[in-house]
């Protein structure tokens, strides 16, 4: 079965981009692995709408793609800010929202 | 080609493209106007230009319907108009032209439904639907050509000219609106427009609050609106939907209005609503405080905005919906009204305003706040034409008026409108202007054989004629104030001698010169450019000629627009034009009327309304079954220079008493009332009064909205105090005693013991999961995504 494929192609770029979001100190780093992730349930959704021949799965990833693309810019114009006031974007540094 | 497409009725049709130019032109200007060579203006010019050519058109054209109603009275235009019938008059009315019913031009699409409820969005193109289309488009026109020079190197020069786009298109929305919900639309777009407009040069704090200010009282009367809307809906609906249409539609309001069947009080209190809104919106006491305020906008904007086109928004309203207030006040059997009233105050009260003003563009606004009353005076009194008509001759005059103050600062007084410090003998330094000006003023005043008299003295005349005599008198003594503030204020302006910046003295400290252009941004670049200026021409000057242009063409149609509807000379060519006829039509022109199978119907309602005599017809009888009104039917007073004779006298008379005070005041010799109110306290106090406006700012807001706000306040924390303390004292002091006890046997025993355990677990939880709170976002991510793992995995297990 194809979409078997598909989801395992699904699954490990949704652990790739967990492993770079825990991983990784560079802002900009977790930014784009929280994209593969997000592009990980975008494969998953065609995926699924190709199994039960439905268009809607199709219209959610756009939508996902939408928001993605919302969030990033949301996410960049922070990790600017971040960087004008700190000059640096290591996240380990970053503890100002300790409890 | 261009006579065929002329013929075909094509611009009548597709009259819906008038405001859909500008708004185009306005999304234009916004997203690439700053990258053109002219600043976004090029979009602004042409896409009036556009609008204005097809309104021209469609007046053509409108005409031609007009004419072949009258004489073939059927099928007007041949069959590319399904619906284009007429009815043939009845026997031809006191002026001996004739009154076919000229079928309006109505296209509708749907715009959205809600429960059940189609809003509709169209065109209604009748003949006062028609004379605004192209007073607009024209006035809008010759403003952005003016406005070119005016504000060049401006620092918002773009948004002004999309600022004055967006409100022609949204005037020009409202003037063909179909129904009521497109002409509210329409209504607030001018608003905002008119809001972005005025705080132009939003960096001085008066202009943003004269914004505020305008908004704000606009808003209040906008609540009018809604309300009547609604009213009227409810009350037509019923009657309207049996007939095809809807109670939001004009034409439905109209003729269920005539109908018999309406109910008066709805009528009543929907006109009342409705004619609040227009209180507001065209400037009528007592909320006229808005619209001297708004000067403090570029002059453009005051000419075309808040003189010649959008504060006629409220009585184009009233003129509209007219039937509503025709059968709602029942206009043509009482001696008084809301309508008339409320004109008549604001005629007398604003024109005595404008004796007290040194600013010249404020004298013109209590002027064009007094002309307004005018208008609605006309249409309480019934003179639904003459009122239309002074729109129509108003807005060319007052523009002019306007334009050349703004020429006048521009040019003469180096940017200041103060007439007492800084003009003054402008006359001989600026003839084009000071021409235009008093060609403006004489139309104004309503001198003869200028287009003011025509318009003006009707309106007095009809209110005489339909038994409104004390209005008659406050029509007449308006015209004899109108025609001594207006001497004072070109006496002042442009005889005796210069004073201030129009002696070529320079401002040093400009914002001691308390007009609103001297202190806007591109104020820098302006006084660079205007010292050259004044470097070569030494003092006041004639402004440039896309300046003049616009004055000279204005001030033409000042005279000459008269003549469309003089009686003195025999022409009736905007009443036969404009007025709708208040005859009977078969009903199918209640609902879309397109096919042509009822025309038995049309002609059955011809031959019963044959018979019917002078205080028959619409608007006085209950139209036959099967038929309906779209007008009442107005008779017009005859004209005859004995009866226009009192109004001029008074006017001569004004004029003469005011420039005698005027030379005798301003001028340099010595003179008895020189000097009157730093002498005698009655004439200082009256003077105050007037300066102060009647205290009405003040009443607004020292008293209203302190009255409104400080009561609800103080009641509100006497409640506090007295009532809801008293009454948690009480239970406070019972509940003592038993919490006393409580407290002594349960609470320190049982509750304690467990509150304070869990207070430990909760405590040592917390520390426990202090590290957690690490403030690193991996870590943060770490969990989450092993919370989910978490959660994935007891998801899998459940359900194996």
Known sequence: MYAVNFLILGALLFSLGVFGVIARRNAVMVLMSIELILNAVNVNLIAFAMMNNSAEGHVFALYVIAVAAAEVGVGLAMVLMIYRNRRSIALDELSAMKG | MLASTLSSGWFLENAWLIPLIPAIGFAFIIFFGKRMPQGGSEFGLLSMAASFAIAVGATVQWIQRVNSASSEGEHALGGFFGFARAVLPMAGEEGGHSAAFVEPVVRTWTWWQSGGLEFGVGQHIDGLSIMLLL?????????????????????????????????????????????????????????????????????????????LKAFFTVRVGD?????????????????????GSNGFSIRAISAWALSGEASNSVLFWGGVALFIAAIGKSGQFPLHTWLPDAMAGP????????????????????????????????????????????????????????????????????????????????????????????????????????????SVSHSGSHHSFDMKKDMGGLARKMPITATTWMISTAALCGIPFFSGFFSKDEIIDNASHNGYQFFYWVGLIGAAMTAAYMTRATYLTFFGAPRGAAAGEHHDDHSDAHDAHAAHDAHDDHDAHHDDHHGRHAGPHESPWRITAPLVILASLAIFSGYLNAPAVGTHYFTDWVEPAGVAVAADHAATATDGEEHALGFAALAAEEEGGYSEGCGFTTPEDGTVCYAPKLSHAEFAWSKAAPSIVLVAFGILMSAWLSMGVFGDRKHPLKGLTSRSGIARRGHAFLVNKYYLDHLYEGVIVKAVAHPIAKAAYWINQNILDGVVNGVGRSGRATGEWVYRNLDQRVVDGAVNASGLVASETGHALQPIQSGKVNQYGALLFGAATVGAIVLILVNI
Request: with cysteine; aromatic share 14%; glycine share 8%.
């Open chain 2, 135 to 211: 007073l607009v488009t024209f006035i809008s026109l010759l403003v952005q050509i003016y406005s070119t020079e005016y504000v060049s190197g401006d620092r918002r020069y773009t948004h002004f000219f999309a600022a004055l786009t967006l409100f022609s298109a949204g005037m020009l929305v409202m003037v063909l609106a179909e129904n009521m919900i497109q002409l509210i639309l329409g209504w607030e777009i001018m608003g905002l427009c008119s809001f972005m407009l005025i705080g132009h040069w939003w960096e001085e704090a008066a202009n943003s609050r004269a914004a």
């Open chain 2, 223 to 243: 609540v009018g609106l809604l309300v009547g809307t609604a009213v009227i809906f409810f009350g037509a609906n019923d009657w309207a939907v049996e007939r």
């Open chain 2, 299 to 406: 002059t453009p904007v005051s000419s075309l905005l808040h003189s010649s086109t959008m504060v006629v928004a409220g009585v184009f309203l009233v003129a509209r919906v007219y039937p509503v207030f025709f059968v709602g006040f029942d206009i043509l059997d009482t001696a008084v009204n809301l309508i008339t009233i409320i004109g008549g105050i604001t005629i007398i009260a604003a024109a005595a305003l404008a004796f007290v003003q040194d600013d010249i563009k404020k004298v013109l606004a209590y002027s064009t706040v007094s002309q307004l009353g005018y208008m609605m005076l006309g249409l309480g009194v019934g003179a639904w034409l003459p009122a239309v008509f002074h729109i129509f001759t108003h807005a060319f005059f007052k523009c002019a008026l306007f334009l050349a103050a703004g």
